[in-house]
C-alpha cells in the first residue's frame, strides 16, 4: 500500500469511518484533544504493519485523509498522540495500536498481553505510569468494507405492537446443538437463516426474534485466565462491527441473507445493543479504541477526579452520551444496522444509562429526544432495559412515549403467585392488564410492558419450577454471582427428579406461567428453549458459560414432556394471535359496556361474584377470574373468561353472568389439550390445583 503513495489526501470529514467511493477510500475519525493521528496500514493477514501516515486534516476536531486507489478489503487501525495526563483524564499513548469506532468488520482477536494497557503493569505508579510498548501484535485489525446488498423486494414485516410476540435467543447458543445443520455453520447467521430454524418460529407463532449482543465483543481477561468465555457479550469492542465469530463466511452478507429470510417468514429482527458502556472497563482496562483516541471525551468522568470514571454500569465506565460527538456515534450506529441490515428494533441494555445527564435519568435526555424525532429510528420498535445501577437508576414505567420496557415486575408477580406468595392478587391484576400503573400515562400503549418470565439473565422456565436456589459453581466465583432471590421453587426436589407427582406439578405450574403470559396485555416475551423445557441446571448467571449449559438442547423436542410443552406453547400462542379480547391495544377501565352485562373488563372471584375492595385485600386470595371483551375483526365482541388458581387444591369456580357461549380455549390442567375446543355447557367449573383455564366466546353486537 505504501507503494502507492507515502502520504494521504485531505479528504472529508464525513462521513464518519471509511467510505469507498471507487477510487479511493476516505478515512474520517474524532478526537478532541489528539494532536496527531496516524493510519495504520496492515498486510491482509493482519500480522506485518506496511506504512503509517498522518491524517492530513482536522475539521471541527474530526480527523480525515483520503487514500487513493485503496480499496474494500484494506486492513487498518489507528494511532493517537496526546497528553498523557491521567489526572486530567487524557490517555493518549501513540505506541497502542487503536480499533476505529465505525469499523465495520473485524480480522483477528485480541491476544490478551501487557502491551495492551497504556500504563505499565506492575509500576508503583499504576495508570499514571506510561507504558512505551506496540500493541499491535496483540490487537484486532479494521477492514474497510462495502456493506452493499441487493434487498430485492425485501419489506420488513413492520408487526403492530399489539400483534408481537418475542423470542429472545443468543446467536450462538441458538443452534449449536442443532444436529441437523452442518458444523461449520452452527452459532451463525447462516444457521439462523436456515430453514429448519425458520420454521420452529414460525410454526411457534413468533413474530420477532431478539438476538442478544451481536457487536463485536472482547473475551476479557479475567475470564481468558480461568478458562471461561464471555458468552452473553455484553462487553462491546466495536458498535459497527457484527462479531466475527457470527459469520459463517466472514462477510456481512451473511447478516443480511438471514434478515432477508427472516423477513420472508414474516419474523422481525430485534437486535440487543449495548451502548452504555464499553469493553475498556475502569482506569486500569485495557487501551483498544475510544480510550486511546480520546478518553475524556467518550466516558463520563467523576468532576474533580478525572483519572476516575462514572461506573453507572458496574462495568467500569459510562459512555459519555452528553458529549455530541459520542451521541452522532450511536445514532449513526443505530441507523446503519437499520438502512445496511433492515434491522426492525432495538432492546437497549441498561437503557436507563442511555438517558441520565449530568442531573441523573432524564425522559427528556438528548439521547431520546435525538432517538425519538429521527425519521428512521423513531418508526423502529425501541424496547429499553430500564434500569441501571447508578442512583436513581430503576426507572420502570418513566421512559417516553416511542419505547417499551422490560418490565421485570410483571415476571416477580407471576413467579410469585404461582409459587403460592400471599397477597398477590392486586398487583397480579395491574399485570394482567398491561400494567396501566406503570405505563397508563402520556397516551402510552399497553405493548409498552414487556412481559416476560424469563429471559437470559436468570432462571430458565424450567429452572424456575425446579430450583430454589442458585447454581452457579461452573462460573468459578464460589456461587456468589447472580441474584440469590429467584421467586422460585423446587417443588419437593432441588433439581433433577424422577418423582412423577413432583415432575407432573413443575409441568402443570410452567403450563399455568405460560397461559398467564400469553393471556395478559403488553407484549409478550419467550426465552428460547423455554417453548421445550430447557435448563441450565440452576445457574442464574451462565454469562461465562459457552457451552451445553447454556446451548439450546434440541433433543427435548423429541422427548414426551418437551414435545407436549411445546404443543401445548404453539396453541397457546395461537389463540393469542386468533383472539383480540387476549391482546388488547388501549388500558382497560372497566367503564364500556359492550354487550349488556359485559364491560371491556371485569374482574370475578371463583363465586362469580364482582370483586368487592375486601376481597383484593385477603392476602390468602389464590384465586382469581378476569373477562375481557373487545371487538373483534369480524365486528363480532370476542370474549375471554381467564380463571387462575394457584392454590394446592382443586377450586370449583362458578362463570359469573351473562351466559356466553363458552368454548375451552385451554387448561394448563390439561397436558394432552384433549378438550380443547370442546363447549361448555355447565356454570361451574373445577380447577385443578396450580393450573389455569381459558375460555373464549364470540357474540354478535
Same mark, same amino acid.
Given at each position: ?39 495504520? !496500514? ?8 506496511? &506504512? ?85 501484535? %496483540? ?5 474497510? +468494507? ?45 444457521? *439462523? ?21 451481536? @457487536? ?11 478458562? *471461561? ?17 457470527? *459469520? ?14 427472516? @423477513? ?30 480520546? @478518553? ?5 468522568? !467523576?468532576? &474533580? ?9 458496574? +462495568? ?96 416477580? +408477580? !407471576? ?9 398477590? +392478587? ?110 441450565? %441446571? ?38 393469542? @394471535? ?22 371491556? !373488563?371485569?374482574? #370475578? ?8 375492595? &375486601? ?37 370449583? #369456580? ?34 385443578? %390445583?396450580?393450573?389455569?383455564?381459558? *375460555? ?6
Amino acid at each position: 500500500m505504501t507503494q502507492l503513495t507515502d502520504r494521504l489526501l485531505p479528504g472529508h470529514p464525513y462521513p464518519l469511518g471509511t467510505n469507498w467511493d471507487g477510487l479511493g477510500v476516505n478515512f474520517a475519525v474524532f478526537s478532541a484533544n489528539a494532536e496527531r493521528i496516524d493510519l495504520c !496500514i496492515f498486510d491482509p493477514s493482519g500480522r506485518r504493519e506496511l &506504512g503509517r501516515l498522518p491524517l492530513p486534516e482536522c475539521t471541527d476536531e474530526i480527523w480525515h485523509g483520503y487514500l487513493p486507489d485503496a480499496k474494500p478489503g484494506l486492513v487498518y487501525g489507528y494511532r493517537a498522540y496526546g497528553p498523557y495526563e491521567p489526572r486530567h483524564g487524557h490517555r493518549f499513548n501513540p505506541n497502542k495500536l487503536l480499533l476505529d469506532p465505525y469499523a465495520r468488520l473485524l480480522t483477528g482477536n485480541v491476544r490478551w498481553t501487557d502491551a495492551l494497557y497504556g500504563y505499565r503493569l506492575g509500576s508503583t505508579r499504576r495508570d499514571l505510569s506510561f507504558d512505551r510498548r506496540d500493541s499491535a501484535a %496483540a490487537m484486532p485489525k479494521a477492514v474497510v +468494507c462495502d456493506p452493499a446488498f441487493n434487498w430485492g423486494d425485501d419489506q420488513p414485516p413492520e408487526t403492530d405492537w399489539s400483534q408481537t410476540v418475542i423470542y429472545e435467543a443468543h446467536m450462538r447458543g441458538l443452534t449449536m446443538r442443532r444436529d441437523d445443520i452442518v458444523h461449520p455453520e452452527r452459532g451463525t447467521f447462516a444457521a *439462523l437463516a436456515d430453514w429448519r430454524v425458520i420454521e420452529h418460529l414460525t410454526s411457534l407463532g413468533i413474530t420477532a426474534i431478539e438476538l442478544m449482543p451481536i @457487536h463485536s465483543f472482547l473475551q476479557d481477561h479475567f475470564l481468558v485466565q480461568r478458562g *471461561l468465555r464471555n458468552y452473553w457479550g455484553y462487553s462491546t469492542l466495536g458498535f459497527f462491527a457484527p462479531e466475527p465469530g457470527y *459469520l459463517s463466511d466472514g462477510t456481512l452478507a451473511d447478516i443480511q441473507v438471514a434478515v432477508r429470510r427472516l @423477513h420472508a417468514a414474516g419474523i422481525e429482527v430485534i437486535l440487543d445493543v449495548v451502548y452504555n458502556h464499553t469493553c475498556e472497563g475502569n482506569e486500569l482496562g485495557p487501551t483498544l479504541s475510544f480510550r486511546g483516541l480520546d @478518553h475524556a471525551s467518550y466516558y463520563r468522568l !467523576i468532576p &474533580g477526579d478525572e483519572r476516575h470514571l462514572i461506573n453507572d454500569t458496574g +462495568c467500569g465506565n459510562t459512555l459519555n452520551l452528553s458529549h455530541p460527538r459520542v451521541l452522532q456515534m450511536v445514532m449513526d450506529s443505530l441507523r446503519y444496522w437499520v438502512k445496511n441490515f433492515h434491522i426492525d428494533g432495538f432492546r437497549f441494555d441498561l437503557g436507563a444509562n442511555l438517558g441520565r445527564e449530568g442531573t441523573g435519568f432524564d425522559p427528556g435526555s438528548g439521547w431520546f429526544d435525538a432517538i425519538r424525532q429521527d425519521p428512521l429510528l423513531s418508526r423502529v420498535k425501541l424496547i429499553s432495559e430500564p434500569w441501571d445501577v447508578g442512583p436513581g437508576g430503576y426507572q420502570l414505567g418513566s421512559h417516553p412515549p416511542g419505547f417499551s420496557e422490560w418490565n421485570d415486575k410483571y415476571r416477580d +408477580c !407471576i413467579r410469585r403467585f404461582w409459587r403460592g406468595d400471599d397477597g398477590q +392478587c392486586p398487583d397480579l391484576a395491574a399485570r394482567l392488564t398491561g400494567s396501566g400503573d406503570l405505563f397508563d400515562h402520556r397516551r402510552r400503549r399497553p405493548w409498552a410492558s414487556v412481559n416476560f418470565l424469563a429471559a437470559h439473565d436468570g432462571f430458565t422456565l424450567q429452572d424456575v419450577v425446579s430450583y430454589e436456589t442458585k447454581h452457579n459453581e461452573a462460573n468459578d466465583e464460589n456461587n456468589n454471582d447472580g441474584h440469590s432471590e429467584n421467586l422460585s421453587a423446587n417443588w419437593g426436589h432441588e433439581g433433577e427428579t424422577e418423582d412423577e407427582e413432583i415432575l407432573n406439578k413443575r409441568d402443570r405450574l410452567k403450563r399455568s406461567m405460560l397461559v398467564t403470559l400469553f393471556s395478559s396485555m403488553g407484549t409478550p416475551m419467550l426465552l428460547a428453549g423455554d417453548e421445550f423445557g430447557r435448563t441450565q %441446571a440452576g445457574n442464574n448467571n451462565a454469562y461465562c458459560q459457552d457451552n451445553e449449559l447454556s446451548w439450546i438442547d434440541w433433543s427435548l423436542l423429541t422427548s414426551p414432556r418437551g414435545g407436549s410443552l411445546l404443543g401445548f406453547t404453539k396453541h397457546m400462542i395461537d389463540l393469542r @394471535h386468533q383472539h383480540s379480547s387476549l391482546r388488547g391495544n388501549r388500558f382497560l377501565h372497566g367503564q364500556v359496556e359492550l354487550l349488556p352485562g359485559i364491560f371491556d !373488563i371485569n374482574w #370475578f372471584d371463583e363465586s362469580g361474584t364482582a370483586m368487592e375492595p &375486601g376481597s383484593w385485600e385477603d392476602p390468602a386470595r389464590r384465586t382469581l377470574a378476569l373477562r375481557r371483551a373487545a371487538i373483534g375483526q369480524d365486528g363480532r365482541v370476542d370474549i375471554a373468561l381467564l380463571l387462575l388458581n394457584a392454590s394446592p387444591e382443586e377450586v370449583l #369456580f362458578t362463570l359469573p353472568p351473562p351466559t356466553c357461549p363458552w368454548h375451552l380455549g385451554i387448561d394448563s390442567g390439561d397436558a394432552g389439550l384433549q378438550r380443547i375446543g370442546q363447549a361448555v355447557e355447565s356454570e361451574t367449573l373445577a380447577l385443578a %390445583a396450580e393450573a389455569a383455564i381459558l *375460555l373464549l366466546a364470540t357474540r354478535d353486537r
